[in-house]
């Protein structure tokens, strides 16, 4: 026994330890090596399985075999990690000193123990002292001290994690390394969630203000302060920004916080006031409204009125003038950043892939815009960089390594440092399918991958499984039922067409037998006419040539306009470019479109040959496109047919093998129509047994395609965007989650399909502003960050009360009057009158429980052992009131007219008492004897 000690200690590597049950050596320890070496936390027990299983183990040196064929993976993936089954194991040698470990229930956050991805909700954390989170009550969720940092968790109801930090633009440095820190360690709790990020005051991205559909306020100062500090309520006044999802930022009252485009809230008792902009829109308008009633709701229990004031009215704007002083603090920063601030064009777009820490080495330019999907590899995490005032994006595939996971934000901060960015830029970690629409819109072919097999096996059956297939590309698979990649069509009923050739600055109406006769050099107008009952639906094509100058363009479409204004603005303008004719318009013009080319008709040589192409258009509605091309071997394709007519008047069929047979029938037909006398006298020449007569006639023989290759835009979820005019400044806005109630009667909005855009103006928009539409159009392509080409979209041109089926399905319960404007906002304002006439503010405010207590000084309540008959959340019960007032700064009548968030933060800083996330307990109401005996 003795020589076998001595033999072990004197060996110079440990032995390797091997399990007959396995192939790969396993270890009996609970940690990785791997882990060890990443400095990885231990895991919380609740995110550990019940029983140990086989999962990827480290492979040590002496135990691997450099010639065996393929070594094991070593690596954690993301998916490993997101495993139930996975386990971490360490491999222990004997002689190697490991310390020990400490549990993790004692390193885990208090705060994160009842933490679950099986309760969906919102759950939001503030952190306090040093290092202690607590979490706040339901009526604080969405109200952020300036001075303090938090975290915000949201679970859906697929169990997928949305992680936020928070951190106020006054909080200070320790608070930030911590808030970090802390919300780390819950995303290991976690699992790591779908979406992380690190949010700063003023410049939260979409995925944040998402979360909050109500708006977030900015409140004042910290949570627990001096006394002296707390017991002023300096900021009270509130300027509202953004569109869908609002901030509201806190200033002291001040006549510069005013703007004629935006709205303000001064917080006061009784009365609370909101200042509505001359030029404000009114989707702000009712959202400023809203946000008062959330605060007189929540931080005043609903015992306050609100008074709006109009700038448009003399006498109460200069009356609320009154209240307001010139000296302030108000800066620069309360002007918040918008994603519609940010000009597209002078954003600098890259990605990068990230491998380490050293942004010259680890993270190399990987791709310039135009951006595509495959330039994602799921074993790799990349890094979209748009500029200095947009969210930076890590991306994280599926297969990457877990450091890439635990260390996305840590990089993305290295690499704001090396570029010189604002601190304040969000930084967000997405993982790979649960990328937001701001991430996916840079892409230019950006598809939804079929990972989620669970939707399509609740949603989709053998009998109607084709409304899962998406795909405009492939013939072979149509979308027929789903609401949203459907075709856009139009109401049957008793039709009318007039069509108009625009030559420079006339119109030139066309006879009914020259419809669907058209000049790749010209532009044509299309009014059709659709008679169903006592509704009449008009709409009005624009179809521009191939060979059109593009200055020709811009002038046809101020013509459309223009004739759309004389029928009332009551017509549908479709933008149609030659090549890309909708099935719609192909209906109209009774399923053939016959096209010449400009240069063949005004070639001096009018005994040439001609040669046309004659190929399905739409094989749904048989529609057929004639197209003249130039009579050379290489305007040949084998997916076509061809009618060749030469000056002798003979005519010659050529049919490719891709050809279908309603394109050769058709062929046959149109021999009558280019050629009357050989209709029944022609030749039939068949792809591949061509005579040498045949290519005398076109040239000699070259290469020529073999399909039509049209570039069609995939079909996306829709996008809303509303228009900023700016003087000579055009701006973009993206809303999200959109409804009807976002739209304004005096804007214009952008709703983007990706193949298609739908330009919608309200009633009440100017002239001036209709006029910049085809300028808001075209700056809006030309600055798309997925490179967009114009001519492969489709657009369309709506004006409100006119809306087609197609546009309305958008947007969930569509109504005649659900639209935002001068209606809705005035009824708003009625509805806020008459719940100021139920609301009595002489309702007495002081809770009356200290009566009868027996009264301690405030010395005494500062004390840990407290008399028996003091509750210690609520201290102040048993001051008089003359210690009240010493304490707090204020008298007891006073200080319940404090929002409550003013008073908790008092009774903190005073030391007072602690306000419990169950319950309130500075609004005790004493019902009066009237109210206790009905």
Not at 67 to 74: A, N
Not at 607 to 628: A, G, K, L, T
Not at 902 to 910: G, I, T, V
Request: net charge neutral.
């Amino acid at each position: 026994m003795s020589s076998t000690k001595t033999l072990t200690s004197k060996l110079a590597y440990p032995t390797p330890v091997y399990i007959l049950r396995s192939a790969r050596p396993r270890s009996r320890a609970r940690r990785s090596d791997l882990d060890r070496l990443c400095d990885s936390p231990p895991r919380a027990p609740s995110a550990l399985p019940d029983r140990l299983v086989k999962s990827p183990t480290f492979i040590s040196e002496k135990t691997y075999k450099p010639y065996s064929s393929k070594r094991p993976s070593t690596s954690r993936t993301y998916l490993s990690s997101l495993s139930n089954n996975h386990v971490d194991i360490d491999v222990r040698d004997p002689g190697v000193k490991v310390k020990p470990e400490k549990s993790s229930l004692m390193d885990q956050e208090p705060a994160f123990v009842d933490v679950t991805k099986d309760v969906p909700g919102l759950t939001v954390w503030r952190l306090e002292g040093k290092s202690r989170l607590i979490q706040t009550d339901e009526r604080d969720i969405g109200f952020f001290h300036e001075g303090a940092t938090y975290i915000a968790l949201q679970i859906n109801e697929d169990g997928d994690a949305s992680l936020h930090y928070w951190i106020g633009a006054f909080a200070n440095e320790d608070h930030k390394t911590v808030i970090e820190e802390k919300a780390h360690e819950l995303d290991r709790i976690v699992t790591h969630a779908a979406i992380f990020s690190r949010e700063s005051q003023y410049h939260e991205s979409s995925c944040f203000m998402r979360l909050f559909p109500d708006g977030i306020v900015y409140i004042e100062s910290k949570p627990k302060t001096t006394v002296s500090r707390a017991s002023v309520y300096a900021k009270r006044m509130y300027r509202i920004t953004g569109r869908k999802y609002i901030r509201a930022a806190c200033s002291e009252p001040s006549l510069e916080v005013l703007d004629s485009e935006a709205a303000c809230i001064l917080d006061g008792f009784p009365r609370m006031y909101v200042w509505i902009g001359r030029h404000c829109n009114y989707a702000l308008r009712n959202k400023a409204i809203h946000v008062a009633k959330r605060i007189r709701n929540l931080q005043r229990e609903g015992i306050s009125h609100i008074i709006v004031v109009d700038e448009k009215d003399d006498v109460m704007n200069e009356a609320f003038k009154k209240k307001l002083h010139n000296n302030t603090q108000f800066s620069e920063q309360t002007q918040c950043c918008r994603p519609g601030d940010v000009d597209p064009e002078n954003a600098d777009r890259r990605m990068h892939r990230v491998s380490g820490d050293h942004v010259m080495y680890n993270m190399p330019e990987a791709a310039k815009p135009p951006f595509y999907q495959r330039y994602l590899v799921q074993r790799d995490c990349y890094l979209m960089d748009r500029g200095a005032r947009l969210p930076l994006y890590v991306w994280v595939g599926s297969q990457a390594h877990e450091n890439e996971i635990l260390y996305a934000i840590k990089r993305g901060k290295t690499f704001c440092q090396h570029k010189q960015y604002p601190e304040v830029i969000p930084i967000c970690r997405i993982a790979d399918d649960s990328e937001p629409n701001d991430f996916k819109k840079n892409f230019y072919d950006w598809r939804e991958k079929d990972t989620k097999h669970r939707q399509l096996k609740k949603l989709y059956s053998i009998g109607n499984i084709e409304r899962a297939l998406f795909s405009r590309r492939d013939q072979r698979t149509v979308a027929k039922k789903n609401e949203l990649w459907s075709s856009d069509t139009l109401p049957d009923g008793e039709d009318e067409t007039e069509i108009w050739k625009i030559d420079g600055d006339k119109m030139i109406k066309m006879d009914n037998d020259q419809h669907g006769i058209f000049n790749n050099g010209n532009s044509y107008i299309v009014l059709h006419r659709i008679r169903t009952g006592s509704f009449t639906q008009q709409v009005l094509y624009y179809w521009l040539g191939s060979k059109l100058e593009n200055d020709n363009q811009d002038s046809v479409l101020d013509l459309v306009l223009s004739m759309n204004k004389t029928l009332n603005n009551q017509c549908i303008v479709i933008r149609v470019f030659d090549g890309r004719e909708p099935p719609h318009l192909m209906s109209v013009l009774g399923n053939c479109l016959i096209i010449y080319d400009k240069e063949l008709e005004d070639s001096p040589d009018v005994e040439s040959s001609r040669m046309f192409c004659i190929r399905e258009h739409d094989p749904e509605n048989c529609s057929m496109r004639v197209q003249q091309v130039p009579v050379t071997p290489s305007s040949l394709n084998s997916s076509a047919a061809f009618v060749l007519h030469t000056p002798s008047q003979e005519c010659l069929l050529w049919y490719g093998q891709k050809s279908r047979g309603s394109e050769r029938e058709y062929a046959k037909q149109m021999i009558g129509y280019i050629s009357p006398l050989s209709k029944y006298d022609y030749s039939i020449i068949t792809e591949g047994k061509e005579s040498k007569y045949f290519w005398n006639l076109i040239g000699q023989k070259q290469e020529y395609p073999l399909d039509f290759h049209i570039e069609i835009l995939d079909r996306r979820l829709p996008r809303l965007i509303v228009c900023c005019l700016n003087k000579d400044h055009v701006s973009f806005n993206s809303i999200e989650n959109f409804q009807q109630e976002d739209l304004c009667e005096n804007e214009i909005f952008l709703l983007d399909l990706y193949d298609q855009i739908y330009v919608w103006a309200g009633s009440e928009v100017v002239e001036s502003m209709q006029r910049q539409t085809p300028v808001c159009l075209k700056r809006y392509i030309a600055t798309d960050p997925a490179g967009r080409a114009d001519e492969t979209i489709s657009v369309w041109f709506l004006t409100q009360n006119n809306e087609p089926d197609s546009f309305t399905k958008f947007f969930p319960y569509w109504t005649s009057d659900g639209i935002s404007g001068e209606k809705s906002y005035e009824l708003s304002r009625k509805l806020i009158r008459q719940e100021n006439m139920k609301i009595d503010i002489d309702k007495e405010m002081v809770d009356r429980t200290y009566v009868g207590r027996t009264k301690y000084s405030y010395k005494d309540l500062l004390k840990r052992e407290l008399p028996e008959d003091v509750d210690p959340q609520h201290k102040e019960r048993n001051l008089s009131e003359k210690q009240f007032k010493e304490a707090v700064k204020y008298s007891r009548d006073q200080f319940y007219r404090l929002p409550l968030w003013k008073q908790e933060q008092l009774f903190k800083s005073a030391r007072l008492g602690h306000t419990g996330a169950s319950e309130n307990p500075y609004r005790l109401r004493i019902e009066s004897p009237e109210n206790h005996n009905q």
